[in-house]
């Protein structure tokens, strides 16, 4: 896949079939679009284009708000684009300049003069440009002028699906994470670099690598131990459990831990970037009154854990 950061070194794109979006989580309603993208660029020898934005254009309209947390980063979303087979993305730089050009503006200036764009995929209900003037109506009419093809995502389709990255979002932060993968078509993620920790869980009987997720806007669920899969830098796959939280048991602090475990598993992960899988949330993270209630919590925890992932076989 090639990734153009806006159109300054934009060249060699045969035939361009685009669509346009943020495509946070690329989500199954996003992966209709993106397969009929496909499709459509297969029909005339073209290639399928995603114009999208970054930062989250909600990050530059309301800068005031700082509770926006994306489903996933940038280079997650990239390499789930590049995965169901998008042939080029192109990442152009969302200010406060760019929201003002008008809808006619937009498609004259970048899409077809820089573009030179073959087929418009966009959904039924799609808006953009100022005040938000650029409908699936509007393009149809423009299309004439500009020679190029609008192809409408049905809205029985899109409506099918009746999924939204905020949807999404909203069951990741309540810890229904078999919903929002289902939603998502496959699981959810947490990318990061293990850390040196306080070696607690250790002391415990429980090792665990801590840690770091270096995306201040990356969303992170709610807290909680969750059962999940570690995928390691090599590849290999390992069941686990993880625990996000403040550890109200063993630290007397306000800083989040995200820790997990990794089942039958030895060696040193420092260093190293893993990528957790989640499947489903187990409980609430709790205040027990002594060290050894914990350490029996968390042996229940591993059996049901444990006990989960043998169903699934």
């Known amino acids: 896949m090639n990734i153009f950061q806006g159109f300054e070194h934009l060249e060699g794109i045969v035939n361009p079939v685009l669509t346009i979006g943020v495509f946070d989580g690329v989500h199954v309603g ?3 679009i993106i397969e009929q993208l496909n499709r459509e660029a297969e029909l005339i020898g073209g290639e399928s284009v995603l114009f999208t934005f970054y930062p989250h254009p909600r990050m530059v309209l309301y800068p005031e708000s700082h509770e926006l947390r994306l489903i996933q980063t940038q280079a997650e979303k990239i390499d789930k684009l590049r995965r169901m ?14 929201s003002r050009l008008t809808a006619v503006e937009f498609v004259r ?10 087929k418009l995929v966009i959904g039924y209900d799609h808006q953009f440009g100022k005040n938000r003037e650029g409908s699936i109506t509007f393009l149809k009419e423009v299309a004439k002028t500009y020679n190029f093809e609008v192809i409408e995502i049905d809205a029985q389709e899109v409506d099918e699906v009746n999924i939204s990255s905020t949807k999404i ?3 990741i932060i309540e810890g229904d994470m078999e ?3 289902t939603y998502l078509g496959e699981p959810f ?56 939280g403040l550890r109200p048991t063993i630290a007397n602090h306000d800083d989040l831990s995200i820790e997990v475990n990794l089942f039958d598993f030895s060696g040193d992960l420092y260093n190293e970037y893993v990528t957790v899988q989640f499947l489903f949330r187990l ?22 854990i444990r006990s989960y992932f043998a169903s699934l076989v």
Request: net charge negative; hydrophobic share 40%; glycine share 8%.
């Open 169 to 171: 979002r909203n069951s």
């Open 189 to 244: 993620e947490l990318n990061g670099k293990v850390v040196e920790g306080e070696a607690l869980g250790r002391s415990l009987g429980f090792p665990t690598a801590n840690l770091d997720i270096e995306s201040e806007i990356k969303l992170i669920p709610k807290l909680g131990v969750y059962a999940v899969n570690v995928v390691l830098s090599n590849g290999s796959i390992h069941e686990g459990m993880m625990n996000i």
């Open 85 to 98: 087979g998008l042939k080029n993305i192109i990442v152009h730089p969302f200010t406060l300049e760019f």
């Open 283 to 304: 409980r609430d993270e709790l205040k027990f009154d002594s060290i050894l209630e914990l350490k029996e919590q968390l042996a229940k925890d591993e059996e049901n």
């Open 109 to 118: 200036d970048y899409l077809v003069n820089r573009l030179n764009v073959k």
């Open 30 to 32: 996003h992966q209709k």
């Open 179 to 181: 919903l929002a993968n």
